[in-house]
C-alpha cells in the first residue's frame, strides 16, 4: 500500500541554522509533491509544489528537493526563526483524478 | 476576498446525534475535499468531490455523508454511525487534480468536534 513517512515527529533548532525535514514515500511515482505549514489549531497553508521533472525549487527562505529515485523530498528553511515554529506537512498524488495523501507532520520548534 | 470557510468552528454533539459541518468556498474551485486530523496524526481523507452532483470516498468514510448541490458548497454529516467522531474537520477546494493545472489545495480554518 501507499506509504508516506516525514522523518521525526519533532524537530528542535536554534534560531539562524537551517532546519532540514524529510518525507519518504513507497510503492509509488507521484507527479508531485508539497509541502504545507499548519500552525496549532488551525488549517493547513500551502508553500511550496515541486514537480517529478524538476530537481529543486526555492521561495525565499524556503527550498525542497524531489529525488524520485530515492523517493524521497527533503524542506529545508535557511536562517530560521522562532516564528517559522509550526507542524510541517508533505502531501502527494496517488493517482490522477484522486486527492492526495498527507504525511503525518513535522513540528518544528525553533528557540531563540 | 477570495476564501474557504468553515462553520461552526467549536461543535459538541451527544451521542446519538448526527450533526452537519458546513463548508463554503467562493474561489471558484471545482474540487473539494473533507480531511480528519486526529492529534499526532496526518489528515486522512473522508469525502472528496470533483464537480458538482458527484463525490467520491475517501480512506475512513464510514459513518459520514456528504452532498454537494452547489459549486460553493461541501456539507459534511457525522452520523451515529461514526464510532469515535471527536476529531478536527478540515475542508479543502483546489481545481481538480489529473488536470494538468493543479495547484495547491485552500483550508478552512477547521471545525473541532466534541462528542460529549
Known amino acids: 500500500s501507499q506509504k508516506i513517512e516525514q522523518n521525526s515527529e519533532a524537530l528542535n533548532i536554534q534560531e539562524g541554522k537551517t532546519a532540514t525535514l524529510t518525507c519518504n514515500y513507497t510503492?509509488?511515482?507521484?507527479?508531485?509533491l508539497q509541502w504545507y505549514r499548519q500552525d496549532p489549531g488551525r488549517g493547513p497553508v500551502f508553500l511550496l509544489l515541486?514537480?517529478?521533472?524538476?530537481k529543486e525549487k526555492r521561495k525565499e527562505r524556503l527550498k525542497v528537493t524531489f529525488d524520485t529515485t530515492l523517493k524521497q523530498s527533503l524542506f529545508h528553511i535557511t536562517a530560521s526563526q522562532p516564528a517559522d515554529s509550526a507542524t510541517y506537512l508533505c502531501?502527494?498524488?496517488?493517482?490522477?483524478?484522486?486527492?492526495?495523501?498527507f504525511g503525518k507532520g513535522t513540528t518544528l520548534s525553533v528557540s531563540s | 476576498d477570495g476564501g474557504i470557510t468553515q462553520s461552526p468552528k467549536y461543535l459538541f454533539r451527544k451521542e446519538g446525534q448526527n450533526v452537519t459541518l458546513s463548508c463554503e468556498q467562493n474561489?471558484?474551485?471545482?474540487?473539494m475535499y473533507w480531511y480528519r486530523q486526529d492529534p499526532g496524526q496526518g489528515l486522512r481523507l473522508i469525502y472528496y468531490?470533483?464537480?458538482?452532483?458527484?463525490?467520491q470516498k475517501g480512506d475512513i468514510a464510514e459513518g459520514y455523508s456528504v452532498s454537494r448541490e452547489k459549486k460553493e458548497s461541501f456539507p459534511l454529516t457525522v452520523t451515529s454511525a461514526q464510532k469515535n467522531p471527536t476529531a478536527f474537520y478540515l475542508c479543502?477546494?483546489?481545481?481538480?487534480?489529473?488536470?494538468?493545472?493543479?495547484?495547491?489545495?485552500?483550508f478552512g480554518p477547521g471545525t473541532r468536534l466534541t462528542v460529549l
Open positions: 479543502a477546494s483546489s481545481t481538480p487534480p489529473g488536470t494538468g493545472i493543479f495547484n495547491e489545495q485552500f
Open positions: 510503492n509509488y511515482s507521484p507527479a508531485y
Open positions: 515541486i514537480r517529478e521533472n524538476e
Open positions: 502531501a502527494l498524488d496517488i493517482q490522477a483524478g484522486t486527492a492526495l495523501i
Open positions: 474561489l471558484n474551485h471545482d474540487a
Open positions: 468531490s470533483q464537480i458538482v452532483n458527484d463525490f
